[in-house]
């Protein structure tokens, strides 16, 4: 879809009465909840996150149930539909339906031919989920499928990722508020930061910034992602896909994570919040 198509497109709704979303006022990112101790007789109140449903279909049929933070749903799909390898592009993206039943909200997406062939030649069932991206995988092939090599590229340099990190609570404006809530973000080749997007999933966070940079045109082999979480391997299978050329992380990559991006050419770097980057290579 042209560029002037997709911005109508992925910002569209359902019109159905009283299911249709009203953009102007969707789902909270947090509520206000009371809570009790032992010495306090009078219940205090605390903000915490919101969580809810997501429904996801295409063409109509259901295929996932994923628990999300009901902000940017529509860079969500789009980033887990590219992920989850039913899309290559923004493109193979018609319409998406967005609506809302009670406190959960449905997404149908629809799609090119080509990505729905893509989609019933490899039917995946996801068991809903914001903690193991992983989990629900039919078999050991589909949980780690062949990926596309990367091209050598150099990574951000210390300097470049310790300036990134020290702006890094500028742009998680939810998590800011509550705390509990995963940022992702995406840096172009000089290390600045262009996008920012938050969940209550770290995988979901991952997918969330992922759409919306392949819907602005950042999605690169120069680009560098950014997670404010622990790195496992469905997060660096999820940078590779994407085509960037590193990852960075601020919790410690599991050994798998490491080999698998050694494997496929992606730069992994842990970036601690108070220590030096540490580039995880072939030659470290």
């Not at 490491?258 to 919040?273: E, M, V």
Request: charged residues 20%; contains cysteine; negative net charge.
């Amino acid at each position: 879809m042209g560029r002037t198509t997709q911005e109508k497109k992925l910002n569209t709704v359902s019109n159905t009465e009283q299911d249709a979303i009203d953009p102007d006022n969707p789902l909270p990112a947090h509520s206000n909840v009371s809570y009790s101790t032992e010495q306090q007789h009078i219940n205090p109140q605390v903000i915490v996150p919101c969580e809810v449903p997501l429904a996801i279909s295409y063409n109509g049929v259901n295929h996932a149930v994923m628990m999300v933070t009901p902000q940017d749903v529509d860079d969500f799909v789009v980033g887990f539909s590219l992920t989850s390898h039913i899309i290559k592009d923004s493109n193979e993206v018609h319409d998406i339906q967005l609506t809302r039943s009670n406190d959960a909200l449905l997404a149908d997406l629809s799609l090119a031919n080509r990505a729905q062939a893509r989609l019933s030649e490899s039917k995946r069932q996801l068991a809903g989920s914001t903690g193991c991206g992983i989990c629900g995988i039919e078999s050991l092939q589909k949980a780690f499928p062949d990926l596309q090599p990367l091209k050598p590229a150099e990574p951000l340099s210390e300097a470049q990722l310790c300036h990134a990190r020290c702006t890094l609570r500028d742009w998680q404006k939810l998590g800011n508020v509550s705390g509990a809530i995963h940022g992702a973000l995406i840096l172009d080749s000089k290390g600045d930061i262009k996008l920012s997007r938050e969940d209550i999933g770290r995988h979901n966070a991952l997918d969330k910034v992922i759409g919306a940079a392949m819907k602005a045109n950042l999605l690169s082999s120069d680009a560098t992602l950014l997670v404010t979480s622990r790195c496992s391997i469905e997060l660096v299978q999820k940078a590779i896909t994407a085509g960037v050329s590193s990852l960075v992380t601020l919790g410690t990559p599991t050994t798998l994570a490491i080999k698998t991006a050694q494997q496929y050419g992606l730069n992994l770097i842990h970036l601690p919040r108070r220590d030096t980057p540490r580039f995880y290579d072939k030659n470290a």
